[in-house]
C-alpha cells in the first residue's frame, strides 16, 4: 500500500467538511421534521432531537385536513406524463438536427438555442392568454403542454447522437429503413444513457415547479406538492416542524432516485456535454 499524501489528505479533509455545509439545510429540515414545535426554533441548533415527534407530524401532514396524498398524485401524473412526451419530442428534434441535412439546420439551431436565454416569467401573459383561449386553463393537460418540450435535453441528445456514426443510418437505408424506422429502431436502443439523464431531470425539474401551477391552477383538487405545501403552511401558521415533514415527504421521492440513478445522471451529462 503506497503512502498518504499530505496534500490528498488535507483536501478530502476540506472536501468533507465543505459538503457537510452544503448539506447543512438538508439535515437541519430531517432534524425539525422529527422535532415538537417548540423545538424547532431553538439556538443554539438541536441537531439530534431531545424529544422526537415524528410520528405526530407524519401524520399531521397525511392524516388531517390537507389532501397531502391527492398533492401528490398530482405531481406524479404530470412529471410523468410530462417526462415521457418530453423526451419523444426532444429525441425527434435532437435526431433531426444530428443525422438530417436540410438548409438553414445550424442556424435553426442556434435560432433554437437561442430561446433559452429568455426568461420564462417574460412569457407568462402570452402563455396565460393562449392557455386561456385553448381552453386548458386550470387543467394538468395545460400544465403538461407547456413544459413538453425542452431545449436543455434537446441539446444533450442532440450532441450525443452527433457522436453515433453515420454508417449505422447507411446500413439501414441500403436495407429500405426510412427515417422514422432510423430513429426509432437504430438511433434510441443507442442513446438510452441519454434518454434516461434527460428523463430524471425532466422529472426533477417538473416536480419541484411551483411557478406554473401557481400561475395556471386555481382549484385546490388540482394542486400539486410545491402549492400544497404553500396550502399546508398556510393552514397551519407557524408550525414548522409540520411543515418541514411535509418538504421531507416532497423531496424523498426525488433523493432515492438520484442515489439509485446518479452515476447514470453525470455520465449522460457527461458525455452529452462532450460529443458532437
Do not use: C
Not at 420564462?120 to 393537460?141: A, K, Q
Not at 444513457?193 to 383538487?221: C, E, M, R, V
Request: aromatic share 14%.
Amino acid at each position: 500500500m503506497g503512502k498518504l499524501k499530505l496534500p490528498k489528505v488535507i483536501g478530502t479533509v476540506l472536501l468533507g467538511m465543505l459538503s457537510l455545509l452544503f448539506l447543512s439545510p438538508l439535515i437541519w429540515m430531517l432534524s425539525a421534521a422529527a422535532k415538537v414545535e417548540k423545538d424547532v426554533m431553538k439556538y443554539p441548533v438541536e441537531w439530534i432531537p431531545k424529544e422526537w415527534n415524528l410520528i405526530n407530524n407524519f401524520k399531521t401532514v397525511w392524516l388531517e385536513n390537507i389532501p397531502f396524498d391527492t398533492y401528490y398524485l398530482n405531481s406524479i401524473k404530470i412529471a410523468v406524463v410530462t417526462t415521457v412526451i418530453t423526451l419523444i419530442i426532444s429525441s425527434m428534434a435532437a435526431y433531426s438536427f444530428a443525422k438530417l441535412d436540410y438548409p438553414f439546420k445550424n442556424g435553426l439551431f442556434i435560432i433554437l438555442l437561442s430561446f433559452f436565454l429568455i426568461p420564462t416569467e417574460s412569457t407568462l401573459v402570452p402563455r396565460f392568454i393562449l392557455i386561456n383561449w385553448l381552453g386548458l386553463y386550470d387543467t394538468h393537460e395545460g400544465i403538461m403542454l407547456m413544459l413538453a418540450f425542452s431545449i436543455p435535453i434537446t441539446f444533450l441528445m442532440r450532441q450525443y447522437m452527433s457522436g453515433i456514426s453515420t454508417e449505422y443510418m447507411e446500413s439501414a437505408k441500403v436495407d429500405g429503413a426510412g427515417n422514422f424506422r432510423i430513429y426509432w429502431q437504430i438511433i434510441l436502443p443507442m442513446v438510452k444513457p441519454i434518454l434516461a439523464t434527460g428523463g430524471i431531470l425532466k422529472f426533477i425539474w417538473t416536480w419541484n415547479d411551483y411557478q406554473n401551477p401557481l400561475i395556471f391552477l386555481s382549484s385546490d383538487h388540482l394542486y400539486t406538492i410545491p402549492l400544497g405545501i404553500q396550502a399546508f403552511t398556510s393552514e397551519f401558521g407557524t408550525s414548522y416542524a409540520a411543515t418541514m415533514m411535509a418538504a421531507v415527504s416532497a423531496i424523498l421521492p426525488l433523493m432515492i432516485v438520484f442515489l439509485i440513478l446518479q452515476r447514470q445522471v453525470i455520465e449522460g451529462i457527461q458525455v452529452g456535454g462532450v460529443k458532437g
